[in-house]
């Protein structure tokens, strides 16, 4: 198989095709950008594993919708915000954590061992994040995940790459200033 | 603007000195694109800190989950699936034609010369194909019974194709009836000595709900002495959801294997 039957694109396009098993390897290809997308967002690994698989469900059911013109990876961060959109909606869930209740906002479950374990930079910058509003957090997660690739970043978000430049400029600088305080306070 | 006065609005960003409307100036050329967001230092620095920070990685259990959905969603698939080309219309019609072939096989064979040898070693390719296509078309009834006929059919094939073992492994992953899922795995094990199929056999192990298969596979692998189906065996083991009972009968199939 050469490399290009192995795109993200012609993988779908399998599956639309009715090729279910190359699914398996989006899945592989991308469970864990996912997982960390929607545990960036929500902190919690259960519900993150959850929502990972609710995003590939819907991808499977709207498999026809898939037209191969577009980026695969950018449809499937699209489908992965609605998802989250459409669970915090059912479960009403609000964050309105003040600064000084950061430490409630560890994550409970067996990922905190993993976030014990980075250095202390990247620890306070974890902390850092969770305390943006959702919104900038998402564009800084989309950011890492789409490797900045910021035309990609407004398909998903359905603005110009110029306006994803400014939220992702807006979030840093929002970031910047909780790094900061966190510092002072530690 | 001119360059050297973008250049100034940057630099004086970076110096922390800058006013909110000169912010606000520069977030309109970050946006024009006229100011690219790696000149601005500090944040650049940041952004590249958060790439580095570690993501953490999934359970085992979204894995099981997934390919469980995956499996049922591929078997609605094939029950949505019209097959006419397989539908009970052909299957007598499949039957007569085989009738035909065995009989001119027959008269063939009995007025055998040279140049007929070839025609019977044709006919009997025929009848393999025939009957390859009669197991293919078996293995996707509603009815279980009908399924395990096609797995038996391939009991009587002398050789199997590559693609009559891969429906059999479909089967052996896919199946919905165990009794179907076990006959499958009774044939492949005919065929265990090819790499290959042992390759595959390993990893069927994870597709593997029902306690009666996954014990029945974990047997296997100490007949064949198949030591790298070790790890498969392992994860088994640490599935929540595969009963106290198997994992007992697992953890002696490891040990023998180790």
Redesign the interface.
């Known amino acids: 198989m050469n490399l290009e039957a192995l795109s993200d694109n012609n993988l779908m396009m399998k599956v639309r095709e009715g090729d279910l098993d190359k699914m398996g390897l989006l899945f592989e290809r991308y469970k864990r950008p996912l997982y960390g997308f929607f545990y960036g967002l929500n902190k919690e690994q259960e519900l993150s594993e959850d929502l990972v698989q609710n995003t590939f469900l819907r991808i499977l059911k709207y498999r026809n919708l898939f037209r191969g013109e577009g980026d695969f990876r950018a449809w499937m961060f699209h489908i992965a915000r609605n998802v989250n959109i459409d669970h915090h909606r059912k479960h009403r869930i609000k964050a309105t954590e003040a600064l000084e209740n950061w430490q409630e906002r560890v994550g409970h479950h067996e990922n905190q061992s993993v976030e014990m374990q980075q250095n202390e930079e990247h620890r306070m910058l974890s902390m850092a994040m969770d305390r943006l509003p959702a919104d900038k957090r998402e564009v800084l997660l989309l950011s890492k995940f789409e490797e900045r690739k910021y035309s990609e970043i407004g398909e998903v978000l359905g603005c110009t790459e110029g306006a994803v430049k400014v939220k992702v400029f807006r979030a840093l600088q929002e970031l910047k200033v909780i790094f900061k305080q966190l510092e002072k306070i530690s | 603007m001119d360059k050297l006065k973008i250049d100034e609005l940057v630099e004086k960003y970076n110096e922390g000195l800058s006013d909110p409307a000169e912010t606000k100036l ?2 309109q050329l ?4 006229e100011v690219d ?1 790696t000149r ?1 230092r ?2 650049h620095a ?2 590249e ?11 085992l ?3 099981d ?3 469980a ?2 499996a049922n ?2 078997r609605q ?1 094939k029950r949505a699936l019209s097959f006419s080309l397989l539908s009970w219309d052909l299957f007598p019609r499949l039957a007569a034609a085989a009738v035909l072939i065995l009989s001119g096989f027959a008269v063939g064979y009995f007025i055998q010369s040279p140049s007929q040898k070839t025609e019977v070693s044709e006919l009997t390719k025929e009848v393999s194909d025939l009957k390859e296509m009669m197991m293919l078309s078996l293995l996707e009834k509603e009815s279980a019974t009908q399924r395990l006929r096609a797995v038996s059919l391939t009991s009587e094939m002398d050789q199997v194709s590559e693609k009559v073992t891969n429906a059999l492994f479909t089967t052996l992953n896919q199946d919905e009836n165990v009794n179907v899922r076990l006959a499958a795995l009774e044939v492949l094990k005919r065929y265990s000595k090819s790499s290959e199929v042992r390759a595959q056999l390993i990893e069927s192990i994870a597709f593997q709900d029902s306690p009666l298969v996954q014990i029945a596979m974990a047997e296997l692998m100490v007949t064949i002495q198949e030591k790298k189906s070790v790890d498969a065996l392992k994860q088994l083991l640490q599935n929540e959801n595969t009963p106290k009972e198997i994992k007992t009968k697992i953890s002696e199939s490891i040990k023998v294997l180790i």
């Not at chain 2, 970050?30 to 694109?33: A, F, N, P, R």
Request: glycine share 2%; proline share 6%; aromatic share 6%.
């Open positions: 520069l977030e970050i946006e024009k694109g967001l601005l500090e944040l940041l952004d800190q958060i790439l580095k920070v570690e993501t953490p990685a999934p359970s259990r979204l894995d989950q997934f390919y959905a995956l969603e591929k698939q």
